[in-house]
C-alpha cells in the first residue's frame, strides 16, 4: 500500500501563489506516475497536473497550464504543485494521486492511490 499526505494549502488572495507538496509512503518503490486533481463545491473532482515516474513528462490542464508547475523529488518521494497567479476559481480541495503506471495519466480513474485532500481558497 501507498498512503500519501497532502500539505501546503490555505488562504491567499487572487494573484498569489502557493506551493503544495504530497509526501508519499510504504511501498514507495511502486510508485509511477503521479498527479494533481481538485474538486470545488458543488463541482466534480477535476485533472490539474501529471507527470511521469522520471519527472520528464507533465501535463496540465488548459485552465491551470502556465500558471502551475508540477514537479517531483524521487529522493523525498514527494510530488510538488507550484500554483502562480491564483484566481478565485482555483478555490478547491486539492488531492494529489498516485499510480504504479509509468507514463502521465489525466484519467481519475488511472490512479489507484489518492491523499486526503488540501484546501486552497482564493479570495479576490
Known amino acids: 500500500q501507498v498512503q500519501l499526505v497532502e500539505s501546503g494549502g490555505g488562504s491567499v488572495q487572487a494573484g498569489g501563489s502557493l506551493r503544495l507538496s504530497c509526501a508519499a509512503s510504504?511501498?514507495?518503490?511502486?510508485?509511477?506516475?503521479m498527479g494533481w486533481f481538485r474538486q470545488a463545491p458543488g463541482k466534480e473532482r477535476q485533472f490539474v497536473a501529471t507527470?511521469?515516474?522520471?519527472?520528464?513528462?507533465?501535463s496540465y490542464s488548459d485552465s491551470v497550464k502556465g500558471r502551475f508547475t508540477i514537479s517531483r523529488d524521487n529522493n523525498k518521494n514527494t510530488v510538488y504543485l507550484q500554483m502562480n497567479s491564483l484566481t478565485a476559481e482555483d478555490t478547491a480541495v486539492y488531492y494529489c494521486?498516485?499510480?504504479?503506471?509509468?507514463?502521465?495519466?489525466?484519467?481519475?480513474?488511472?490512479?489507484?492511490?489518492w491523499g486526503q485532500g488540501t484546501q486552497v481558497t482564493v479570495s479576490s
Open positions: 494521486a498516485a499510480d504504479t503506471a509509468i507514463l502521465t495519466r489525466s484519467r481519475e480513474g488511472s490512479y489507484e492511490y
Open positions: 507527470i511521469s515516474r522520471s519527472g520528464g513528462s507533465t
Open positions: 510504504g511501498r514507495t518503490f511502486s510508485i509511477g506516475v
